[in-house]
């Protein structure tokens, strides 16, 4: 899928002159001057309408619709050639009784973690090692970012031929220091660890722009002030910028949150099925995201019920993570 | 706090931390080997043969067979075919989401109208959703509408593009001065006129930005093209890719030229305009200040 | 309802579409009304059929009609699947797998009946169970056999010489004719030569055990079997290979990397010939074929139906059977190891000459006899899916160390319930 939108701008404070130190107003906040015609109905806004109008026209037709649609189908029985036929809760049923769902259920929470922590943190630090030179910061800011212009497709068959079993770089470079081949293609966990890496690999320069335009926006009064106080730069990190840089941080979370667990292409592609390996996922079914079980259900068992089921119950998940992750990142700023 | 501090905040930091610069270039130069190297090793791998590669230990250095590779890799797959189909998608839908995106957020940002909150906040929410939950129905509703197998069944959906609108709306917000709005309709300018001559020109970083990530974005887009385009002869350069990959006998050498072949406009691309990307990125920051 | 919804998703995307979009478009196979089409597409996957007859075929008819070809890479049932559905840009001519054949039978609707155009007339020509795997319930036929994937045991002659074993077929075939004999070859072979392996993972060898039997997953009731004895049997041979050691366990990219080195024999079906002859070109000359241990099985072995949207169905009929006619048949067994479906091309010379690949041995003297050996089984529209679980927990137990009587368990757990999901009771 494409990549769900993400940016800096969102969450950066924005510093209007003010007293005091720099407060975070909340963005919805409207700009001073808005232009603001006098209330005389809907109609005689109707350019702003038609202005408005593609893009909810296409959205309703080609998202909204086709979300709803497909909670409909939850609820049906349908192969995509035959009939469509009503079975109430069935395909929930299922569900809650399939252990593969829960397992790909699993797989995708654990590729999420290995892959989130390392790349917001790496970023976190990166930005700010970045923010702190003043050579070269132009080109690392561009050699940084661009793996994640390369398509997930390029990527994920570079991986799978660096850490092949039997002829990959990877094991060929531990060979030389005699460490005996490393199956990272077809133990659970170290399915899990490469499609978590090639996740980080891609998506670490691409958050720390990110960080970095919020670094840019903290005052340098407040690190003025720290320095007075005597604090090093350690201390300094953790106890102002991640502060202050919460609301991104929270950002990027909830981002990375819906961007992760949808891990789809790279398992997909990684473990291309053939006539060698019928599995989807890999061996065990490791590297079985929950999208990617969804895409064999619908589409290769051809049981397009059951895939809407699938991605419906996943909907929920991702929500309640949301919500929790944003709680929790809510808690540990009042505390 | 003065707004002269804010915009120029670097100096203070620079001044802290001044002593850590050289262990800070020793970390930047680590990530930015890691960053760099696959695309070092798969120009290896492109300019080797198979046996080079499967060698134990593999062969290190570049080599010689690169335009074979990629001749064998032309004879696989209809490469310059997908990649005009994909070009060809990733400039129309580019095009459209600019100006889609761009006349909303103008509107959303300088004006208000009934429905304006309400509107804009299921924009935010469904920026939020996951597009999985709608692959399904899409199919389906291309299949009704006879679509599918076509490349417009790729551009259209992808025209619904929430985070743009969103991005431009706080650019605009903060980029285009209301007074310039305000006498451009004394002087009588209407709606189209002001976002046409006023507002567009001002936030062409902006719109920079906007058209590299939707670029990059349908240029790489995997799994709506796989599923949908069902006519061979009308696939993307990322399907086609990825069929390079399928099979038995996966000659890797072949394939690496391919992925090479496949990445390397976009990096030129990058390379080209990153700076102005870049400066986009992080200049809608700090826009307000 | 159903009509208004779609007007209702019409509007919506000519609104969107009047809204400036102009894409240029796939000039596809559209569903033209006249059925005297003068242009025909055929989709097959690399290996279905013979390139050089396909060329043949389009010059051969290339007065009166053009045919194209499309070899389509990734997933063939999905692309076609989805295809069918869009209900746009179907091709006139498809390959269909063996394996798939069932999961269409229930969707026999979206194809054109082959018996309507003349098939009842040469289908005496092939295999009758293979033809019948292609019909419904009432008659109906939707395929038109291409080839058939009779079983055979691969093995590599030079290894068996350096471990002392027999390398004459007939031997190796008497010395390995069951499961347990192979496996005690496998055995030795391993400690003769180190590092080389008998079968690539138990998945294969799990496969062919459950075909050489006459029952599969389903049964003609449509009731679940695939908890009883005959399943137990074929899984418990597949794990003894893996307890005795000589299972390669390669359950990813890395067959065609193993295939020249450590892989002292496969077990497969005739196309798979092709499959190790590209992978592994070096090793030419050195392979040998012999009886299945335990028996012939068949293995996949496709077809070549007309979908409904079909343009021409009289000419795209003549095609396919000019195709598959005995006589070409026999040279995609040359060609591509296509094994054919039609027993004259049997004792035709292209088929009965040496294989260079095989040391110039004579194939056909294993894979003739096979043929007409094969077992005929029932086949369920849900047996694929129903049978994906079986191989994902002989892969857990290589994978993961897994104890293979939890794996049973596991494996027929989530059978029930897949067969539960497609209706199977």
Redesign the interface.
């Known amino acids: 899928?494409?990549?769900?939108?993400v940016?800096?701008?969102?969450t950066?404070p924005?510093?209007?002159?003010?007293?005091?130190?720099?407060r975070f107003r909340p963005?919805r906040t409207?700009?001073?001057?808005?232009?603001?015609?006098s209330?005389r109905g809907?109609l005689s806004?109707w350019?702003?309408?038609l202005?408005?109008?593609?893009?909810?026209?296409?959205?309703?037709?080609?998202?909204?619709?086709?979300?709803l649609?497909?909670l409909y189908?939850a609820f049906q029985?349908y192969?995509?050639?035959?009939t469509k036929q009503f079975v109430g809760l069935q395909q929930f049923e299922?569900l809650w009784?399939?252990?593969?769902f829960w397992l790909s259920i699993r797989n995708t929470l654990v590729i999420w973690v290995l892959s989130t922590v390392p790349t917001l943190f790496?970023a976190l630090?990166?930005a700010t090692?970045?923010?702190?030179?003043?050579?070269?910061k132009?080109f690392?800011?561009?050699?940084?970012?661009?793996?994640?212009?390369?398509?997930?497709?390029?990527?994920a068959?570079?991986f799978?031929?660096?850490f092949?079993?039997?002829?990959g770089?990877v094991n060929?470079?531990l060979?030389?220091v005699g460490i005996s081949p490393v199956?990272w293609?077809?133990?659970?966990w170290l399915i899990k660890l490469v499609i978590a890496l090639l996740m980080t690999?891609m998506w670490?320069?691409y958050n720390m722009?990110?960080y970095?335009?919020?670094?840019?926006?903290?005052?340098?009064?407040i690190?003025?002030a720290a320095?007075m106080d005597g604090a090093g730069?350690v201390r300094?990190f953790f106890q102002i910028t991640i502060p202050i840089m919460r609301p991104i941080i929270l950002f990027t979370v909830?981002i990375s949150t819906?961007n992760g667990?949808?891990s789809?292409?790279e398992p997909q592609?990684l473990?291309?099925?053939?006539?060698?390996?019928?599995?989807v996922g890999?061996?065990?079914?490791?590297g079985l995201t929950t999208?990617l079980y969804?895409?064999q259900s619908?589409?290769?068992?051809?049981?397009?019920g059951?895939?809407?089921a699938i991605?419906?119950a996943?909907?929920v998940l991702?929500m309640v993570l949301?919500v929790i992750n944003w709680r929790l990142v809510q808690r540990g700023r009042k505390s | 706090?003065?707004?002269a501090?804010?915009t120029?905040?670097?100096?203070?930091?620079?001044r802290?931390?001044r002593p850590?610069?050289l262990t800070?270039?020793v970390?930047?130069m680590v990530?930015?080997l890691?960053?760099?190297f696959?695309?070092v090793?798969?120009i290896v791998?492109a300019t080797n043969t198979t046996e080079d590669?499967?060698?134990?230990?593999?062969k290190l250095t570049f080599g010689s067979h690169l335009l074979e590779n990629i001749r064998h890799m032309l004879n696989t797959i209809d490469f310059f075919g997908s990649m005009l189909n994909t070009i060809v998608v990733a400039g129309v839908t580019t095009v459209l989401v600019l100006f889609?995106?761009s006349?909303?957020a103008?509107?959303?940002?300088?004006?208000?109208?009934?429905?304006?909150k309400v509107?804009f906040g299921t924009l935010l929410v469904?920026?939020?959703?996951?597009?999985?939950?709608?692959?399904?129905?899409?199919f389906?509703?291309m299949s009704e509408i006879g679509w599918v197998g076509m490349l417009k069944a790729l551009a259209?959906?992808?025209?619904?593009?929430?985070?743009?609108?969103?991005?431009l709306h706080?650019?605009i917000?903060?980029g285009v001065p209301?007074?310039l709005?305000?006498a451009a309709?004394i002087d009588g300018a209407?709606?189209?006129r002001q976002?046409w001559n006023i507002a567009l020109p001002m936030i062409k970083p902006a719109l920079s930005f906007l058209a590299i990530?939707a670029f990059?974005?349908?240029?790489?887009?995997?799994?709506?093209p796989l599923?949908v385009l069902t006519d061979p002869s009308h696939v993307t350069l990322?399907v086609e890719?990825?069929q390079?990959?399928?099979?038995?006998t996966t000659d890797?050498s072949m394939?690496?030229a391919g992925?090479l072949m496949?990445?390397l406009p976009?990096?030129v691309v990058?390379?080209i305009f990153?700076?102005g990307f870049?400066a986009g990125?992080?200049e809608?920051?700090?826009?307000?200040? | 309802m159903d009509l208004s919804r779609r007007g209702f998703?019409q509007a919506?995307?000519l609104?969107?579409a009047a809204?400036?979009l102009t894409v240029a478009c796939g000039g596809g196979s559209g569903s033209g009304g006249t059925k005297n089409g003068k242009s025909l597409t055929m989709w097959y996957w690399g290996g279905a059929l013979s390139d050089k007859v396909v060329a043949e075929a389009k010059a051969h008819f290339g007065s009166q009609t053009k045919l194209t070809a499309a070899s389509i890479g990734g997933?063939f049932?999905?692309k076609l699947?989805?295809t069918?559905?869009a209900g746009s840009s179907v091709p006139d001519i498809t390959g269909i797998k063996g394996e798939d054949i069932a999961?269409f039978l229930?969707?026999a609707g979206?194809f054109l009946d082959l018996n309507d155009l003349g098939f009842k007339k040469i289908s005496s020509q092939y295999l009758d169970w293979k033809t019948k795997l292609a019909q419904t319930e009432d008659g109906k036929q939707i395929g038109f056999p291409i080839d058939i994937g009779p079983t055979a045991l691969f093995y590599r002659a030079d290894l068996f010489r350096k471990a002392g074993l027999p390398t004459d077929p007939d031997k190796v075939a008497a010395e390995a004719g069951t499961w347990d004999d192979y496996f005690a070859l496998g055995s030795e072979l391993k400690k003769a030569v180190p590092g080389t392996y008998l079968i690539?993972?138990m998945?294969s060898v799990f496969n062919i055990a459950v075909g050489q039997g006459t029952k599969r997953f389903i049964d003609e009731n449509n009731h679940f079997i695939g908890d009883q004895d005959h399943i137990r049997a074929a899984w418990t041979t597949a794990v003894r290979a893996y307890k005795l050691g000589i299972d390669a366990?390669?359950?990813?990219?890395?067959?065609?990397?193993?295939i020249g080195k450590n892989l002292g024999t496969e077990v497969g079906a005739a196309w798979h010939a092709l499959?190790i002859e590209q992978a592994a070109p070096h090793t030419k000359g050195k392979w040998r074929v012999c009886a299945t241990p335990g028996g012939p099985a068949n293995q996949g072995g496709s077809y070549l139906a007309l979908p409904k949207q079909c343009r021409n169905p009289e000419e795209a009929f003549k095609i396919i059977s000019w195709i598959l006619s005995p006589a070409n048949n026999a040279r995609g067994f040359t060609d591509a190891a296509i094994f054919p479906a039609s027993p004259a091309s049997y004792a035709m010379p292209a088929m009965t000459g040496p294989d260079a690949f095989f040391g110039g041995q004579k194939i056909i003297e294993v894979f003739g006899p096979a043929a007409k050996a094969i077992p005929v089984s029932y086949e369920a529209p849900a047996d694929a899916?129903v049978m994906?679980?079986y191989?994902?927990e002989l892969?857990?137990i290589?994978?993961?160390g897994?104890k293979p009587d939890a794996a049973w368990k596991?494996a027929v757990?989530?059978a029930k319930?897949?067969a539960?999901?497609?209706?199977v009771n």
């Open positions: 899928m494409s990549s769900p939108p940016t800096g701008p969102a950066v924005e510093h209007r002159g003010g007293p005091g130190p720099a963005r409207p700009p001073a001057g808005t232009v603001r015609p209330r809907v806004h350019r702003q309408y202005a408005i109008s593609p893009f909810y026209l296409i959205f309703i037709g080609f998202s909204f619709f086709p979300v649609y497909s189908l029985r192969d995509g050639l035959g299922f009784n399939d252990p593969v790496g630090v990166l090692l970045l923010h702190s030179v003043r050579r070269f132009g690392y800011r561009i050699a940084l970012y661009v793996p994640n212009v390369t398509s997930i497709v390029a990527v068959i570079f799978g031929a660096v092949s079993n039997n002829f770089l060929a470079i060979g030389t199956p293609l077809s133990n659970p690999w670490t320069g722009i990110i970095l335009a919020g670094l840019q926006a903290i005052p340098t009064s690190y003025e320095k730069p300094t909830i819906i667990l949808q789809f292409s592609v473990f291309a099925s053939n006539a060698a390996n019928q599995n890999g061996p065990g079914q490791a999208l969804f895409y619908a589409f290769l068992n051809n049981d397009y059951y895939g809407a991605v419906w996943f909907f991702i949301v | 706090m003065t707004t501090d804010t120029r905040p670097v100096t203070g930091t620079r802290l931390r850590r610069g800070a270039h970390f930047l990530a930015v890691i960053s760099v696959p695309f090793w798969t791998m590669i499967y060698k134990s230990p593999p889609i995106d006349l909303a103008f509107a959303f940002a300088k004006f208000d109208f009934p429905g304006r509107l469904f920026m939020m959703l996951p597009l999985q939950l709608a692959v399904l129905p899409q389906i509703l259209l959906p992808a025209l619904a593009n929430a985070f743009g609108i969103f991005w706080q650019y917000q903060n209301d007074e709005l305000d309709r209407g709606f189209f976002y990530y990059v974005n349908a240029w790489n887009d995997y799994v709506w599923i990322q890719l990825a390079l990959h399928v099979g038995h890797y394939v690496m992925v496949a990445a976009l990096v990058f390379a990153a700076r870049i990125a992080t809608g920051a700090v826009q307000g200040s | 998703l919506a995307a609104t969107a809204s400036g997933d049932k999905q699947t989805t069918l559905a999961s229930p969707n979206r690539n993972n998945g366990r390669i359950n990813d990219q890395t067959w065609n990397a193993a499959d899916a994906a679980p191989f994902t892969t857990n290589e994978a993961k897994k596991d757990g989530q319930q897949i539960r999901r497609q209706g």
